[in-house]
């Protein structure tokens, strides 16, 4: 079967503020693809250009990039021209879970349950969020992930600070209403209907900070996969998690991120279209708990590849775009 996904791709690297983690997503992936026997290929998209991309004449390209340029739709739609097939979902959906504020949007059209939130464009913004959303409460760049700029504020003198940090990614910031709780993580594989959610993961973090030094360095976040949760519980957040992530328009894989209140109401909080997938990662924990190994994991994302945007009856093959 391995032979059957041609010359196959794995775009990595980039030049996201997440480029470092996703080097050795891509590394990992890379690795596990050929260990059964995939002819892939490693490409640095912060270092090779499309012209190069159209010349190694892949088959297939498994995604491993994370933040802009390679999880926000902008990549996806070079690729649908190119008539080339890729892991993930694509542009559009890749671009409503990027931006934070439009995922929020939609999930709210939908009946989904997330947290407040209030969208500072200046500093003269802060005083109404603090008031409309109260304290403590989050800052976060809209378009970033891996924590990057992500701030809990407490009391009022640290807004300024932590509104002009989440600044220096994003001209517009968000703030959300801050959610006492469990953190939890759920990864979804599949396509519309058929999409499934894998085992609910907690994430315990030192003091509850699952920063980037917890999520890619330190040993000293607890991940419990599967969570402790009822049976009823979880099933409702893993149906919850499907229903995000179909509100999105998401397909192929991806993970939706989650607070538990003090009362068991799950609030969505985010959805990661190509989530990471280094050793500390928590989508191959959730396949691992599902009885799939992180290889097997690799290889039914890649199974998954795709162009997502349907060509015309008499549009150009792959052969003819590129």
Not at 269 to 293: C, D, I, Q, R, W
């Amino acid at each position: 079967m391995s032979e059957d996904f041609g010359r196959v791709g794995v775009l990595y690297g980039g030049c996201s503020a997440e480029r470092e983690v996703s080097l050795m997503s891509g590394q990992g992936v890379h690795a596990a693809l050929k260990s059964v026997g995939v002819d892939a290929y490693l490409f640095d998209t912060g270092k090779q250009d499309l012209a190069e991309l159209m010349n190694a004449r892949f088959d297939r390209v498994f995604i491993a990039l994370h933040g802009r340029y390679g999880e926000d739709g902008t990549l996806q739609g070079a690729l649908e021209l190119m008539r080339l097939p890729y892991t993930g979902s694509g542009p559009l959906a890749s671009s409503l879970a990027m931006d934070k504020i439009m995922t929020k949007k939609v999930w709210i059209a939908q009946g989904l349950p997330t947290p407040k939130f209030a969208i500072l464009t200046g500093e003269s913004d802060l005083a109404g969020a603090m008031e409309n959303l109260g304290l403590p409460l989050i800052i976060k760049p809209p378009h970033e992930g891996s924590t990057l700029g992500v701030a809990k504020v407490g009391r009022r003198e640290e807004m300024l600070a932590a509104y002009r940090q989440a600044a220096r990614y994003d001209a517009d910031v968000l703030a959300e209403q801050f959610i006492r709780g469990r953190e939890l993580t759920v990864a979804i594989l599949g396509k519309g209907r058929n999409a499934r959610a894998l085992p609910v993961i907690e994430i315990v973090a030192p003091a509850g900070n699952y920063d980037y030094e917890h999520k890619y360095v330190s040993n000293d976040t607890q991940y419990i996969c599967p969570a402790r949760l009822d049976a009823a519980l979880s099933g409702e957040i893993m149906a919850l998690s499907e229903q995000a992530f179909a509100a999105l328009g998401c397909e192929g894989w991806g993970r939706a991120d989650f607070m538990l209140d003090a009362d068991n109401r799950p609030w969505l909080l985010e959805m990661n279209t190509s989530p990471g997938m280094t050793s500390h990662s928590l989508v191959p924990m959730g396949a691992k708990a599902a009885g799939m190994s992180y290889a097997q994991l690799c290889v039914a994302i890649l199974a998954s590849a795709s162009c997502k945007v349907q060509a015309p009856p008499d549009g150009p093959t792959k052969q003819e775009a590129t």
